[in-house]
């Protein structure tokens, strides 16, 4: 009997630089796996990942992903082959381990998909640079090194700022931006530790240039496709984690694009990827930024090549759901021998895989930091990544899809109107877009912004549009017409409160007075020139509607938004469930969320995906668009953290109904003062104190319980 077993590497606890993403691809990889007949074990050490559930796979490992103990399983489950370029970091550097400590060849186990040789080539900084250089694909001058006084002979080499970038790491971790002799002692140092190998690369700095990513797969036979090309708006020299992207790109010409293209492809068939890969590229920037660095760049390349991630990754997570290509999946289907002209694309169901996507819309992609919760940490960023998540927003233009992606993090900044908490700063921060509108809005503009920043012109002067739109809206009357243009440009109905100085439900009401409504636009792949079978939406404002109201018994349930400390992957699996419940009980479920790395936002997730920002707009958007002969649709809150528990209080305002605990409930539980008042009429104790608004009052309250108090 043929041997069908497949060991899949998941990717651990949730880190910077490795989160809810792989969690995403490994329950890809397991759905793509069994539906082709395939018995699927699984490894993972996280209990909070959907890939864990028991119905994920055929057998399931809640364990330390360390090579010990994957060498008892595989003598157990005896797999013929392991996958593990789809759990991130964690999963490649064990399948390397496993091939070079002897294990997976002593039970006669297969590596699937793109083989050691590759991954080592595109891992190990020294072996790719020779890689890059044999097959004629620019590098940036660079030296890898196994120790500080090497490090320090070729940074003197190449001239400071050097880039340390350490080898076989996740995030850019232990590397930095060195700009003297002491600074590199102290990155080479962590970093030479931190890896793997213990090996660093020092590199030129090409701070100023543009960073460039694509997203590409190649199959067995050859077969090779861009699935997505993305542009960082924050040039070299901020880890692409913690770089806002758009994509497609904006400022590329076609032959740029191209260029950049064909180096991609032609490095992945060279190094016979089988599967997913993301290429990182530097490009040379815009004369503006060329005149105010002082340098013309005369003497490089067009482009350099920059990294190679030999697996799915963070950005894989994010192009597939910006192209709505589910990546992961195909990834496992080559990993297993297919190719890509055999894969019917599930997303449309009558195009092959071998299809490149395309998209008629923007998407925007902002990092959701930490810093809200710990203000005095270093928030400036550089090549090591601080974000723990991320949002995306999908509009047709830049400049909408920028502020939806705003609206949807959560993080007290809904708009451009808030005050940056780092002003006047010269080095990039996480509150830096909030800097340049302020800027702007005080009297600079978008050449000005771009010499500060080295932000491309094409970007700081569609956030000049925005703030010209501002000040027409405090200007004029709200007039149909103005606010249609304030809609097209993504102005949400709470920004153009605050600008009127008037209530988010004024703004609200006079919109639907003039007919302005949004409507809904698939995600489809292929830019509506086949039928799809998808039903994954984002909003615009335009005439025709794709979002047809789903028929019979259905419910929304709302998500929770992008990762961060405090409310992570967990509650993404707790709407996962509450969606797939409902479509065991013949409830069609629709799903709200606006986290591009996680599972809820797949699109066979649910019977419907809006990717949009849970705010009240939004929400309430879509249950109007939802509702059917002026019957409001239900709302489930309780499996989205605090992101859906805070939306309670909005629907219940507007009467709209919700399963399960009421929003007055909620309210109860929620508000510190109302549940003191429960508890002491319920008879139940609880520790001395008193719920309070007010300053003077709380020092009082501290002084009658006596300190330590805990606020």
Same mark, same amino acid.
């Given at each position: 009997?043929?041997?069908?077993?497949?060991?899949?590497?998941?990717?651990?606890?949730?880190?910077?630089?490795?989160?809810?993403?792989?969690?995403?691809?490994?329950?890809?990889?397991?759905?793509?796996?069994?539906?082709?007949?395939?018995?699927?074990?699984?490894?993972?050490?996280?209990?909070?990942?959907?890939?864990?559930?028991?119905?994920?796979?055929?057998?399931?490992?809640?364990?330390?992903?360390?090579?010990?103990?994957?060498?008892?399983?595989?003598?157990?489950?005896?797999?013929?082959?392991?996958?593990?370029?789809?759990?991130?970091?964690?999963?490649?550097?064990?399948?390397?381990?496993?091939?070079?400590?002897?294990?997976?060849?002593?039970?006669?186990?297969?590596?699937?998909?793109?083989?050691?040789?590759?991954?080592?080539?595109?891992?190990?900084?020294?072996?790719?640079?020779?890689?890059?250089?044999?097959?004629?694909?620019?590098?940036?001058?660079?030296?890898?090194?196994?120790?500080?006084?090497?490090?320090?002979?070729?940074?003197?080499?190449?001239?400071?700022?050097?880039?340390?970038?350490?080898?076989?790491?996740?995030?850019?971790?232990?590397?930095?931006?060195?700009?003297?002799?002491?600074?590199?002692?102290?990155?080479?140092?962590?970093?030479?530790?931190?890896?793997?190998?213990?090996?660093?690369?020092?590199?030129?700095?090409?701070?100023?240039?543009?960073?460039?990513?694509?997203?590409?797969?190649?199959?067995?036979?050859?077969?090779?496709?861009?699935?997505?090309?993305?542009?960082?708006?924050?040039?070299?020299?901020?880890?692409?984690?913690?770089?806002?992207?758009?994509?497609?790109?904006?400022?590329?010409?076609?032959?740029?694009?191209?260029?950049?293209?064909?180096?991609?492809?032609?490095?992945?068939?060279?190094?016979? *990827? =089988?599967?997913?890969? !993301?290429?990182?590229?530097? #490009?040379?920037? &815009?004369?503006?930024?060329? +005149?105010?660095?002082?340098?013309?760049?005369?003497?490089?390349?067009?482009?350099?090549?920059?990294?190679?991630?030999?697996?799915?990754?963070?950005?894989?997570?994010?192009?597939?759901?910006?192209?709505?290509?589910?990546?992961?999946?195909?990834?496992?289907?080559?990993?297993?021998?297919?190719?890509?002209?055999?894969?019917?694309?599930?997303?449309?169901?009558?195009?092959?895989?071998?299809?490149?996507?395309?998209?008629?819309?923007?998407?925007?992609?902002?990092?959701?930091?930490?810093?809200?919760?710990?203000?005095?940490?270093?928030?400036?960023?550089?090549?090591?990544?601080?974000?723990?998540?991320?949002?995306?927003?999908?509009?047709?233009?830049?400049?909408?899809?920028?502020?939806?992606? *705003? =609206?949807?993090?959560? !993080?007290?900044?809904?708009? #451009?109107?808030? &005050?940056?908490?780092?002003? +006047?700063?010269?080095?990039?921060?996480?509150?830096?877009?909030?800097?340049?509108?302020?800027?702007?809005?005080?009297?600079?503009?978008?050449?000005?912004?771009?010499?500060?920043?080295?932000?491309?012109?094409?970007?700081?002067?569609?956030?000049?549009?925005?703030?010209?739109?501002?000040?027409?809206?405090?200007?004029?009357?709200?007039?149909?017409?103005?606010?249609?243009?304030?809609?097209?440009?993504?102005?949400?109905?709470?920004?153009?409160?605050?600008?009127?100085?008037?209530?988010?439900?004024?703004?609200?009401?006079?919109?639907?007075?003039?007919?302005?409504?949004?409507?809904?636009?698939?995600?489809?792949?292929?830019?509506?020139?086949?039928?799809?079978?998808?039903?994954?939406?984002?909003?615009?404002?335009?005439?025709?509607?794709?979002?047809?109201?789903?028929?019979?018994?259905?419910?929304?349930?709302?998500?929770?938004?992008?990762?961060?400390?405090?409310?992570?992957?967990?509650?993404?699996?707790?709407?996962?469930?509450?969606?797939?419940?409902?479509?065991?009980?013949?409830?069609?479920?629709?799903?709200?969320?606006?986290?591009?790395?996680?599972?809820?936002?797949?699109?066979?997730?649910?019977?419907?995906?809006?990717?949009?920002?849970?705010?009240?707009?939004?929400?309430?958007?879509?249950?109007?668009?939802?509702?059917?002969?002026?019957?409001?649709?239900?709302?489930?809150?309780?499996?989205?953290?605090?992101?859906?528990?805070?939306?309670?209080?909005?629907?219940?305002?507007?009467?709209?109904?919700?399963?399960?605990?009421?929003?007055?409930?909620?309210?109860?539980?929620?508000?510190?003062?109302?549940?003191?008042?429960?508890?002491?009429?319920?008879?139940?104790?609880?520790?001395?104190?008193?719920?309070?608004?007010?300053?003077?009052?709380?020092?009082?309250?501290?002084?009658?319980?006596?300190?330590?108090?805990?606020?």
């Amino acid at each position: 009997m043929k041997n069908n077993t497949v060991l899949v590497v998941g990717s651990g606890p949730i880190i910077i630089g490795q989160a809810a993403e792989f969690d995403y691809a490994g329950a890809q990889a397991c759905k793509s796996l069994r539906e082709d007949g395939y018995r699927v074990v699984l490894i993972n050490s996280n209990p909070a990942t959907i890939m864990t559930d028991q119905e994920m796979a055929d057998r399931v490992y809640i364990e330390p992903i360390t090579t010990s103990i994957v060498e008892e399983i595989i003598k157990k489950e005896k797999p013929f082959g392991i996958l593990g370029t789809l759990g991130g970091q964690t999963g490649l550097n064990l399948t390397s381990e496993l091939h070079k400590e002897g294990i997976l060849e002593k039970y006669n186990v297969q590596i699937l998909g793109t083989s050691v040789q590759s991954i080592e080539t595109a891992e190990d900084r020294d072996k790719f640079r020779e890689f890059l250089n044999k097959i004629d694909q620019p590098t940036p001058p660079s030296f890898a090194v196994n120790d500080v006084d090497n490090a320090i002979i070729a940074a003197n080499k190449i001239g400071y700022p050097v880039v340390i970038r350490p080898a076989y790491t996740l995030g850019g971790t232990g590397g930095g931006i060195a700009k003297n002799e002491e600074e590199l002692k102290e990155i080479a140092t962590q970093g030479i530790s931190l890896s793997r190998v213990g090996q660093v690369l020092i590199e030129k700095s090409l701070v100023g240039w543009k960073e460039v990513e694509y997203e590409v797969m190649r199959d067995n036979i050859g077969n090779v496709i861009t699935i997505c090309n993305m542009e960082n708006i924050d040039p070299m020299g901020v880890h692409t984690g913690d770089s806002i992207v758009v994509a497609p790109s904006q400022t590329l010409n076609d032959k740029e694009y191209q260029m950049l293209r064909s180096a991609s492809l032609n490095i992945i068939s060279n190094l016979d *990827i =089988r599967g997913g890969c !993301n290429v990182q590229l530097a #490009l040379k920037p &815009s004369q503006l930024v060329k +005149d105010t660095i002082g340098n013309n760049f005369d003497s490089d390349p067009e482009y350099y090549v920059i990294e190679v991630n030999p697996r799915v990754s963070r950005s894989s997570a994010l192009a597939s759901k910006a192209t709505g290509y589910p990546i992961a999946r195909i990834a496992s289907k080559i990993a297993l021998g297919k190719n890509l002209d055999e894969i019917t694309n599930p997303v449309t169901g009558k195009t092959f895989s071998v299809f490149e996507p395309s998209l008629d819309y923007c998407v925007v992609k902002i990092p959701r930091w930490p810093f809200d919760k710990f203000p005095d940490a270093d928030r400036s960023l550089g090549t090591q990544m601080k974000a723990t998540g991320e949002v995306m927003g999908i509009e047709r233009t830049f400049e909408a899809a920028l502020l939806k992606s *705003i =609206r949807s993090l959560e !993080n007290n900044k809904p708009d #451009l109107l808030i &005050s940056p908490d780092n002003e +006047d700063s010269n080095i990039p921060m996480d509150d830096r877009l909030w800097d340049i509108a302020k800027k702007i809005r005080n009297g600079s503009n978008a050449i000005e912004e771009t010499k500060r920043t080295f932000i491309d012109f094409w970007f700081t002067n569609a956030i000049e549009r925005i703030i010209k739109v501002e000040k027409e809206i405090i200007s004029s009357e709200l007039s149909k017409d103005l606010f249609a243009k304030a809609k097209d440009y993504g102005f949400s109905d709470k920004y153009i409160a605050k600008l009127k100085n008037t209530e988010e439900k004024k703004i609200r009401e006079i919109r639907k007075s003039f007919g302005i409504i949004p409507t809904y636009k698939m995600v489809d792949t292929c830019a509506a020139e086949f039928e799809a079978k998808t039903t994954y939406f984002y909003s615009t404002y335009e005439t025709e509607n794709e979002a047809i109201p789903l028929e019979g018994n259905k419910a929304i349930v709302l998500g929770s938004g992008p990762i961060r400390i405090g409310q992570g992957i967990e509650f993404d699996y707790c709407s996962v469930h509450a969606s797939k419940s409902l479509q065991n009980n013949g409830i069609k479920s629709i799903l709200i969320n606006s986290n591009p790395e996680t599972v809820s936002t797949d699109f066979d997730t649910s019977s419907r995906l809006y990717f949009e920002p849970l705010d009240s707009e939004s929400v309430m958007d879509i249950i109007e668009n939802e509702s059917n002969k002026g019957k409001a649709v239900d709302s489930l809150v309780q499996f989205g953290g605090q992101t859906a528990i805070n939306m309670s209080q909005d629907l219940g305002n507007y009467n709209f109904p919700i399963k399960g605990s009421s929003a007055n409930v909620i309210d109860l539980a929620s508000e510190r003062g109302s549940f003191e008042e429960i508890c002491n009429k319920s008879g139940v104790l609880q520790p001395e104190g008193a719920a309070t608004v007010d300053l003077d009052e709380a020092i009082s309250i501290a002084n009658r319980v006596g300190y330590p108090v805990m606020v």
